[in-house]
């Protein structure tokens, strides 16, 4: 019954491109870069108890550093992407050694400050970042030569990398290691007397995360071939928490579900409704009042009591 | 006439599977209706101004029976929000979905840059309001024709004007920190220092900064005059706190195309009179076209056009004059560049043509704030006819040099 | 000497209004525990307001009370039937309360149009106070007596009266406070009235300086996270010490350091959460 369900999903997402317009098949690319993104920064947020409002900097570090050197040094994208990755990776490392001396609220400031650090430094350090003009006159990677210029193959290539992505996130979460993540999210004090070193795996995570973010960021500059610092802001950050908690923190479907709604209200409802900012808002309002603790969780909920009722 | 196949294809699929999805399918017929895409912003800081460029333009086609060169024309408006990566998106969309032919807007320099490699994939024929000076300079786009003007086109004869007429020696500049306010500030050096004024200070503050208190403070008073470069709110709110400080008087006040621009001049009151500008555009500039223009607008909004009003609604008589001549066969994307570029049209601004890279060749105008029936109004008292992207210099050398920036060309006359 | 006069006038004018802008934010976290993310949204929904009163009662001051009052109202219901059941939720309430700033700021757009919109300096505070070489602007000093005179207010209130005396005791110990016979409930609605009415007026005493635009919320919202997190949540004098401090990093900084104006204020919010997570006056981590 299971793998019935998960096949239909596979042969679903395998034919979509051969249904849809070339608009949808885009469309859907975007949704996926974006659940990635939503699915890593869920690690810190849902399974570690870490609201971050500093995601960005990984999706907007990985793009600016792999458009800096196809640019500017003009290496291949066999160089860049790895390098990018591991760049990342590295200043993911020195952000949370920062950032995890605060726990809570503190912990989402501190890390929208040192976000706001790159942010602000990707606005000013014209000669390295162009500003505000952004970086562009990009290209997309040809994997094994084929070419991503189209709109199917891309969306096959972050079909499979986003496949990949939350797979290693669920393994992640699912592990023994994960089980003590969790452990540190519900019961700190007792997982440190247990000899847990509670920071150390909250920083685990916190760089973990920042890969799979950077692997977004990946994603998102061969998509719009393009970089501008807008993709680094707080209003980047904030949208990937948003989707986070609107669909669920700390479930596995939760923030690709929300990655998806925001996606969709963001860019196909708003050519139908002209006040979509305000839709947005009143759509998070209403899932937090009937659903707080996100989409996913609570049509679960909604669907166990409706069979509970069902069967008496 | 050439039909593109590719796009053929795409098309048939696109009806196809949109009606899998369960949308109505589009036929796409070459009689048909020809399909203008707006990509504009109505929602954050920028909306403002991209409102007025869907009001204006809306009115025009309204003016047209929503017909140019005996077909009808579809508009479809994308809201990009002012951030570079949905405008992208959006612009996707329009062409993917609602198979856009031709697109005016958008109306940030950062949207324009995102879509570019977009724009001449699909070979999007584009009708720009975004100022950005490379994308009709030293990087210019095949599909891209600019009717407004580039971020310095409209400053460069201010700076002649301030250095000749007002005969002012020693200047400063402030704008906000993105790339239209340095391209803006350094056409406005480079022409001012050539004629051999100097500039002794030049400022940048943040685009999001909470309070101008401490940049006033900084300001060279012993100079003949400010050259303000802001856009949107900005300006708006630097001059109020300018005055605040007692410096309204003192020091003489000169501003770029948007800085006084007749949306923020419906919010100001006499502290504003005095003020010269310069703009490709007034809502007091006297010709036919225009009278009607700003009497239809007043009529159905109550306010005077001004700098994004007018950018549609002459972008949309370029677009209907290239069309006549081309009997209204969009489709020939070829023939259509080829007669844009060569073609001279009477619009609102009065007479434009275009150079080879696609820019506007028109008049800029100097005008000074006056109140006129009640209300303020940039009167014009001085037209400098047919200015180019590259003002008196000739294009190659011109184009040899580095793109305007906030370091080039290089401050020599700062005084710390 | 002249330059450097204006400046430490600028700081402590910009530190007042600062100060109007997070005493409610850093209340409403102290007591409740809840990061109010529509704070930026009500200071500017308080200016719009405050645009449209004005067109009916010529006087600033007068114009400040009603709107602070709207907003207070505005805020108590947003209390009252959404956060009152998100309490313990914290991410429920990120997501309502920037939800409701998304409201907000189409709601403006909508009513209020795209244009900045000028509140109008009362006219007998229009001319800039000279006093030898130096020209200051009269509203901004006077921004500043207010942004004082609130604060021994709100001292006076938490320290002198029963009100204060109770949200004193839920800012140290809710459970005690509740155990003790507090009527808690009331005293969030009641908090977080003040609070929203503290962000409104400032929108509105604050308008013949920063006027009304789209955007104003999310410009002012970071600034009162800063001033809080760095004060320490909860603490008036916190919240009071932060609001001019950051006047005086933001003013001076700019001007001394160009090249840093984008991160300036950061910086120094990076280093306290790092090495005192509490802030400068807090009692309670974060």
Not at chain 2, 82 to 89: D, E, L
Not at chain 2, 126 to 143: G, H, I
């Amino acid at each position: 019954m299971k793998w019935a369900r998960w096949a239909l999903l596979a042969v679903a997402l395998a034919a979509f491109p051969w249904i849809a317009g070339e608009y949808y098949i885009n469309l859907t690319s975007q949704i996926f870069i974006a659940a990635t993104f939503a699915a890593s920064l869920n690690l810190l947020v849902g399974y570690g108890g870490l609201p971050s409002l500093g995601h960005a900097s990984w999706l907007g570090l990985a793009a600016y550093l792999s458009a800096w050197m196809s640019l500017k040094l003009g290496l291949g994208h066999a160089l860049t992407a790895p390098a990018a990755l591991l760049g990342t990776t590295l200043v993911a490392c020195a952000f949370g050694w920062i950032s995890l001396r605060a726990t809570g609220l503190g912990f989402l400031m501190i890390t929208l400050a040192l976000s706001q650090v790159l942010w602000g430094t990707a606005y000013r350090w014209v000669s390295v970042t162009d500003g505000d003009n952004g970086l562009r006159g990009l290209t997309r990677p040809a994997p094994f030569g084929i070419s991503l210029d189209g709109a199917t193959s891309f969306y096959y290539f972050a079909l499979a990398v986003t496949v990949v992505a939350i797979t290693l996130m669920a393994m992640f979460v699912a592990s023994p290691f994960g089980a003590a993540l969790r452990g540190t999210r519900d019961q700190p004090r007792r997982m440190s007397a247990l000899g847990h070193d509670v920071w150390t795996v909250r920083w685990i995570t916190f760089v973990y995360s920042a890969f799979w973010g950077a692997v977004s960021g990946l994603l998102f500059v061969y998509y719009n071939k393009y970089i501008h610092p807008a993709s680094l802001s707080i209003t980047s950050s904030a949208e990937a928490l948003l989707g986070v908690i609107a669909g669920g923190s700390g479930t596995l479907a939760g923030p690709i579900v929300g990655a998806a709604i925001i996606m969709l209200l963001k860019n196909y409802v708003s050519a139908y409704i002209e006040r979509w900012n305000m839709l947005m808002g009143f759509v998070f309002v209403l899932i937090v009042i009937f659903m707080p603790e996100g989409v996913v969780p609570g049509v679960r909920r909604l669907y166990l009591r409706l069979r509970k009722w069902r069967t008496g | 006439m050439t039909f593109n196949r590719r796009r053929f294809i795409q098309a048939a699929g696109a009806g196809l599977s949109a009606s899998a999805l369960g949308f109505p399918a589009v036929a796409r017929a070459q009689s048909g209706p020809i399909r203008l895409g707006l990509m504009t912003v109505k929602t954050g800081p920028l909306a403002s101004g991209g409102i007025d460029m869907e009001r204006a333009l809306v009115q025009y086609l309204k003016e047209h029976n929503a017909t140019m060169a005996g077909r009808k024309v579809e508009l479809f408006v994308g809201d990009s929000g002012g951030v570079p990566a949905q405008s992208r998106t959006k612009l996707q969309e329009l062409v993917e979905r609602d198979k856009i032919q031709i697109m005016i807007g958008p109306l940030d320099t950062a949207s324009a840059l995102a879509s570019d490699d977009y724009i001449r994939s699909q070979q999007l024929l584009t009708l720009s309001v975004a100022a950005a000076e490379d994308m009709t300079q030293r990087k210019p786009n095949p599909w891209f024709t600019r009717g407004t003007s580039t971020s310095s086109q409209s400053a460069q004869p201010l700076a002649d004007y301030c250095a000749k007429t007002l005969k002012y020696k020693r200047m400063l500049t402030i704008a906000d920190d993105i790339a239209y306010g340095h391209e803006m500030c350094a056409g406005f050096q480079r022409v001012f220092e050539d004629a051999g004024g100097k500039i002794v200070q030049k400022l940048f503050p943040p685009l999001t900064v909470p309070d101008y208190g401490t940049y006033i403070a900084q300001l060279k008073t012993n100079v003949d005059g400010i050259f303000l470069g802001f856009a949107g709110s900005n300006g708006f709110r630097f001059y109020r706190q300018f005055n605040e400080y007692g410096l309204r008087g003192k020091v003489a006040v000169v501003g770029g195309m948007t800085a006084f621009d007749e949306a923020v001049l419906r919010n100001m009151g006499d502290e504003a009179l005095g003020i010269i500008t310069s703009c490709w555009y007034s809502a007091d500039v006297e010709n036919a076209i225009n009278k009607r223009f700003v009497a239809n607008f007043r009529v159905d909004w109550g306010y005077d056009p001004g700098f994004y009003a007018a950018a549609t609604y002459v972008e949309a008589a370029v677009l209907d004059a290239t069309l006549q001549k081309i009997h209204g066969k969009i489709e020939d994307k070829q023939a259509f560049m080829k007669t844009v570029r060569a073609i001279t049209v009477d619009t609102a601004r009065g007479p434009v043509r275009f150079d080879h890279l696609g820019n506007v060749v028109g008049n800029v105008y100097i005008r000074r704030v006056e109140r006129k029936d009640g209300r303020l109004v940039n009167r014009v008292i001085q037209t400098y006819p047919n200015v180019s992207q590259f003002w008196t210099y000739k294009e190659a050398e011109f184009l040899k040099n580095p793109v305007y920036s906030r370091d080039w060309p290089p401050a020599k006359n700062l005084e710390s | 000497m002249q330059y450097w006069i204006i400046q430490t006038l600028n700081s402590l004018a910009l530190g007042g209004l600062l100060f109007l802008l997070a005493a409610g934010f850093s209340l409403i976290f102290g007591l409740m525990r809840i990061a109010n993310l529509t704070h930026g949204s009500l200071y500017m929904l308080g200016a719009y307001v405050g645009v449209t009163i004005l067109k009916f009662v010529p006087n600033l001051w007068l114009a400040a009370l009603i709107g602070g009052a709207v907003i207070a109202i505005f805020g108590g219901l947003i209390e009252r039937f959404i956060l009152r059941a998100l309490a313990g939720n914290a991410l429920g309430q990120v997501l309502v309360t920037l939800g409701i700033s998304f409201i907000v700021a189409d709601f403006c757009l909508i009513v209020w149009g795209g244009d900045p919109i000028p509140v109008q300096t009362p006219l007998a505070l229009q001319q800039p106070l000279r006093v030898g070489g130096v020209a200051f602007p009269t509203y901004r000093l006077v921004v500043l007596a207010i942004a004082v005179v609130t604060a021994v207010a709100l001292y006076l209130l938490m320290e002198r009266t029963r009100i204060g005396a109770m949200i004193r005791a839920g800012v140290d110990d809710m459970q005690m406070a509740r155990a003790v016979g507090i009527p808690v409930s009331k005293l969030f609605t009641a908090v977080f009235c003040l609070g929203a009415g503290l962000a409104g007026a400032g929108g509105i005493i604050g308008g013949p300086i920063m006027s009304a635009y789209p955007g104003l919320d999310a410009d002012m919202l970071p600034l009162a996270l800063i001033v809080v997190m760095l004060g320490g949540v909860g603490s008036l004098l916190g919240a009071f010490v932060g609001s001019f401090l950051i006047g005086a990093i933001y003013t001076f900084g700019t001007a001394l350091l160009p090249d840093l104006a984008y991160v300036i204020l950061f910086l120094p919010m990076i280093v306290v959460i790092a090495f005192r997570p509490r802030g400068l006056f807090g009692r309670q981590t974060v």
